[in-house]
């Protein structure tokens, strides 16, 4: 598709190279800032403000003070103390202050003959000679220095090599700059609060006086606000965007037929929730239109998300057409292969199933049924995507636990349509609550659904937070717990990705075990195992062979054990809260009461205990995510390698989610109003960008 690309902003063509004296060691520099253009000197704003506007009397500064002081030079010279400094004395008449360099060049004190004007800022502390600030910032005039400056002083996000007197200097070159060349409006002003993109420009770089400075801090100034609202609503428009261009491909309409459906819950054996039913609504409306569903679902731990991608596979296969299942490890490919087996063998829907291990022979029958059709619904993990496998008809692709898939996953399944043109429609599903403010940016080309309703019946975990010292109590209620029917679970966790080292963790604990708890069956199940042994131990475990399950993380998604009840994570410090919510979600599964013991390391410090207390007092994954959130930020949350998160310039998804059903508005609106604008907006802000990502 080609894509209009309007003309960049003037000031975005001019390179920082064309600002007086910026050559290109400056700017290779300023690179690191991410700052290329003359634009981009213009947004990149300052993270503080500081008032320089009126002179202290030296004789007025307190320990403590930061302030702005002028002063004749008394003496310079070289201390030869503990470490070589460079001291200078000043006074005013007032009063007199020492200044103090560690860093500094021989030259620096030739600048400074006796009776040098300057002006300096600083932060006063008592030292030695009294009153001292230490690497003050100051400025020399040969004869009068000129008045204060009548505005806020910004400090700007520096590197090295790039000091702030050197960046403010060239901010205001900039702004000059744009007083030459201006810079379009392209919201519309009753969007932009008032605010022209010039005028906001130049508040945040040199903020009145009497600036409301506490705000300005923060972020939540209009004149910022508006600036940021810019900016999501350019990306806004970069994601509505690609979204109308897969709503543009064509897909097949599915006829809403629901026999299948109704033979695959008669044998089921339960009711679905309301939440359920809504979400299978909403599939089923998208299903039947002749373009591609895009469909996120998120659904908590436990809320019976299988059961709904089972269900929307009875629409495609019930009309003819065929149906991949892709899950993100081969533990949960393997559940699922054998649940949907048993489910679909009964109605007479033939199921393949791809996995890694499979040989070479079993692999090419896969293929085959696949590539002529007589497999209606195909399970695996990622080798479902690779170039052998061909469908012959396939309409709905389900992505389980979607946050363990990159977009490039999600893109290259796309390729994998019908042919004829036709795109298979796309059903994602996600335990990892995400939240709302996170979703529309990470997401925005996605439509959702949320079940929001757990099954009936089940009784809430209830979470123990236990340092690791009363670790032969917990192994004691383990022994107690199994011997009375039930099964458990022992997480080994590590902060490292590695799998080796998981596994190794897992094997020691193991071993330890064994040794502690003669009388029980334990099982062994890591990343590093043959997916054979995997799922022999998984399906001993599922049967009750077994009473004890030590594993690492690679069961943290969909394993489903109802007779599981207690679930013991080891170090569970390491991990992010969203991961802990979804590994505690292995039990409380049935109606028996289940438990989670987070057993720590101590010492554990206050945020670590802040976090795990979170997971003791809720059970609900959103407030987790939330919390998540707050204490990561959402690069951790998401897992920007892996979702491609959008890095913001300006904004801050946290501070700034009060804004987004706004943005949403506003993108929608001029991309059907006024086109041109949202072109320019998106050669403003993503454009540049996504170019220069890929160089
Ligand atoms: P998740 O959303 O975590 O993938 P599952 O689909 O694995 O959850 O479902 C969790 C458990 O709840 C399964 O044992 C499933 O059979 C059961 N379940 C799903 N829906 C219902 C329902 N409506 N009523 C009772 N049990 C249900
Ligand atoms: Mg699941």
Redesign the pocket.
């Known amino acids: 598709m080609v894509v209009a690309v309007a003309a960049p902003d003037n000031l975005a063509r001019m390179p920082v190279t064309s600002l007086k004296g910026v050559g290109a060691a400056l700017a290779d520099k300023l690179l690191k800032l991410d700052i290329r253009s003359v634009q981009d000197l213009l947004f990149h704003l300052p993270r503080q403000y500081e008032d320089r506007s009126h002179v202290t009397p030296i004789g007025a500064l307190r320990q403590g003070m930061t302030a702005l002081v002028e002063g004749e030079v008394q003496l310079a010279d070289v201390a030869m103390g503990r470490r070589r400094s460079l001291v200078v004395r000043v006074h005013d008449g007032t009063g007199a202050l020492t200044l103090r360099f560690y860093h500094f060049r021989l030259t620096q004190k030739d600048g400074l003959p006796r009776g040098t004007r300057l002006r300096i800022f600083g932060e006063a502390r008592t030292g030695s000679s009294g009153l001292e600030m230490y690497h003050p910032e100051y400025q020399v005039a040969p004869e009068d220095l000129p008045p204060p400056p009548d505005t806020l002083t910004p400090i700007y996000p520096v590197t090295e090599g790039v000091t702030q007197p050197r960046i403010r200097a060239l901010v205001t070159l900039a702004l000059a700059r744009l007083e030459r060349e201006g810079l379009p409006d392209w919201l519309p002003s009753r969007r932009a609060g008032g605010w022209s993109l010039p005028d906001a420009l130049r508040y945040v770089h040199a903020p009145p006086t009497d600036a409301d400075r506490a705000l300005l801090q923060e972020g939540r100034h209009p004149a910022q606000q508006r600036l940021v609202f810019e900016e999501l609503v350019a990306h806004q428009i970069s994601l509505q965007k690609r979204r109308a261009e897969i709503r543009a491909q064509r897909a097949v309409a599915l006829p809403l037929k629901t026999r299948l459906a109704q033979n695959f819950l008669a044998q089921l054996g ?4 309301g939440a ?1 039913k809504r979400v299978l609504n909403e599939i089923a409306a998208d299903l039947h239109i002749p373009h591609p569903m895009l469909r996120l679902v998120q ?9 709904v991608a089972a269900l929307a596979a009875c629409h495609a296969l019930e009309a003819g057409y065929q149906v991949a299942l892709m899950a993100p490890t081969e533990i949960l490919a393997e559940q699922h292969a054998v649940n949907f087996t048993r489910w679909f063998d009964a109605l007479g829907v033939p199921v393949v199933t791809l996995l890694g291990k499979l040989g070479v022979k079993a692999r090419r029958a896969a293929n085959e049924a696949i590539a002529s059709g007589s497999a209606g619904l195909a399970i695996g993990t990622h080798a479902l995507f690779q170039d052998e496998v061909r469908f012959r008809n396939l309409a709905l692709v389900i992505v ?1 636990e979607q946050h363990r898939f990159g977009v490039h996953q999600r893109l290259a399944l796309k390729q994998k349509g019908m042919g004829g043109g036709l795109a298979p429609h796309q059903l994602i ?1 996600t ?1 990892t609550p995400i939240p709302r403010t996170l979703a529309m940016s990470a997401y925005g080309d996605l439509d959702t659904s949320v ?1 929001d309703e757990l ?3 089940r009784t809430p975990i209830q979470t123990l937070v236990i340092p690791n010292d009363r670790r032969v109590e917990i192994v004691e209620r383990i022994r107690v717990q199994c011997l009375a029917g039930k099964q458990a679970y022992w997480v080994c966790t590590l902060i490292e990705e590695s799998e080796q080292l998981q596994a190794q963790a897992a094997e020691a604990t193991y071993a330890e075990l064994q040794v502690s708890l003669p009388e029980l069956r334990i099982g062994l199940v890591h990343g590093r195992q043959r997916p054979g042994e995997k799922s022999a131990v998984m399906q001993a475990f599922k049967n009750g062979e077994l009473q004890l399950l030590v594993a690492t993380t690679v069961i943290e998604v ?1 394993v ?1 054990v ?1 007779n599981a009840t207690l679930m013991v994570i080891e170090n569970p410090e390491r991990l992010g809260l969203a991961q802990l919510h979804q590994l505690r ?1 292995r039990v409380g ?1 049935g109606a028996q009461q289940s438990f989670c013991v987070l057993l720590y390391q101590t010492p554990l410090g206050q945020l670590g205990r802040a976090r795990l207390a979170t997971l003791r007092d809720t059970t609900d994954g959103f407030r987790i995510a939330e919390k998540d959130l707050e204490l990561r930020g959402p690069g951790e949350v998401l897992g920007t390698r892996q979702t491609g998160v959008t890095q913001f310039r300006l904004a801050d998804l946290l501070r700034d989610a009060p804004l987004l059903p706004a943005v949403q508005d506003c993108a929608r609106d001029l991309l059907v109003q006024q086109p041109e604008a949202a072109e320019a907006l998106l050669a403003r802000w993503v454009a540049a960008r996504e170019h220069y990502a890929q160089v």
């Open positions: 339960f009711a679905l929730t359920q659904g908590d731990v436990g809320a019976g998300k299988t059961v389980d599903m335990a079940i099954p009936p019946g969909g489903d109802p979600g599964r």
